[in-house]
């Protein structure tokens, strides 16, 4: 007797992927970064990434709510309230989306929301008896402490923070800290470093790309150190972009420029790598100033730099 073969086609479900915007500036000094989610938005961010298979959930925007009081300009730690409740609520909210299966894609604001989703991403992590990874692309190294910072803006520390470096009501949001292990961190594109920074980078150890090696050796071969030593983390890798870490002839609207960046095809081969390699369990695009771009030429690279993260090809 011959068995009959069933031709029903099992579909499997697609991916999702949750946004989340945090119209955050006051980790920054310049109006203008906190209009980043929308702009993105408008550029079609939500229906971009659906034509790449995936089911998306705009899950609304985090707000930062009123400062209490107008910072001093020798502050150490400007509008630390109002950073920490964000990032807090940012936690709570990535965490929750992972957790749901969903892979987190955050919209900055300022980079100081790295703080929130980095603990998000690692208490989700710690769940599970699991280590993070991270590929941080910035022109700056972002590892200010409240002794070392030069201008107490709190947008120049998160990496530091999320390492274990700064205040507590920074570095314990989910209750632990630090949330990551600077051997499985990468960074790449820094050209801009202050001396406070260089000293915890050398303390570290951790690998830092510059701009120089990666003049030296091409993006490529950068990237595929910069993947495996996030890849080292058990439970995959968070991948956080600061658009100045791209040359400003191609991302205007950053409030931090630098000159000597990344060019557009680098940024855009170093996001096919990580979609390629697989790999990554959450994307964060931050510091678009909307005030200071170009015809939302800033605005709409970052939405094109997220879709190569989550696997678009020129074929």
């Known amino acids: 007797m011959t068995e009959s073969l069933s031709n029903e086609v099992v579909m499997k479900p ?3 992927v949750g946004i989340v915007g945090v119209p955050l500036r006051y980790g920054a000094d310049m109006v203008g970064v906190e209009l980043g989610p929308a702009v993105m938005r408008m550029a079609g961010l939500e229906a971009r990434i659906g034509e790449l298979g995936y089911d998306v959930q705009d899950l609304g925007d985090i707000g930062a709510g009123r400062p209490e009081r107008v910072a001093e300009a020798n502050d150490r730690l400007k509008y ?3 950073i920490s409740n964000t990032c807090r609520q940012l936690s709570d909210k990535v965490k929750s989306s992972l957790d749901s299966g969903a892979l987190p894609v955050i919209l900055g604001g300022d980079h100081s929301i790295a703080i929130g989703s980095l603990a998000g991403v690692s208490s989700h992590c710690r769940d599970r008896n699991k280590s993070l990874g991270l ?3 910035d022109a700056h190294a972002d590892m200010n402490t409240p002794q070392s910072t030069p201008s107490g803006h709190i947008h ?6 999320s390492l274990g470096f700064g205040a507590t009501e920074l570095t314990e949001i989910g209750g632990f ?3 990551l292990d600077p051997k499985l961190c990468a960074h790449v594109g820094a050209r801009d470093l202050d001396p406070g920074e260089r000293e915890l980078v050398r303390k570290l150890g951790m690998r830092f790309f510059t701009m120089r090696e990666i003049d030296e050796r091409g993006m490529s071969a950068c990237m595929d150190e910069a993947i495996a030593i996030a890849s080292r983390g058990t439970a995959g890798y968070a991948v956080t972009f600061d658009v100045d870490a791209l040359d400003p002839n191609d991302a205007p609207g950053s409030g931090t420029l630098v000159r000597g960046g990344m060019t557009y095809r680098e940024a855009h ?3 096919e790598k990580i979609a390629e390699a697989g790999g990554m ?3 964060e695009v931050v510091e678009i100033n909307a005030a200071l771009d170009v015809n939302n030429k800033t605005g709409e690279l970052g939405v094109e730099l997220i879709l190569s993260g989550l696997g678009k090809t020129i074929l």
Not at 156 to 161: E, T, W
């Open 177 to 179: 800290s630090p949330k």
């Open 156 to 161: 120049g520390m998160p990496l530091a923070v």
């Open 14 to 16: 697609r991916p999702r």
């Open 281 to 283: 369990i959450s994307l």
């Open 269 to 271: 081969l170093a996001m």
């Open 80 to 82: 630390l309230s109002e």
């Open 135 to 137: 590929i941080w692309f």
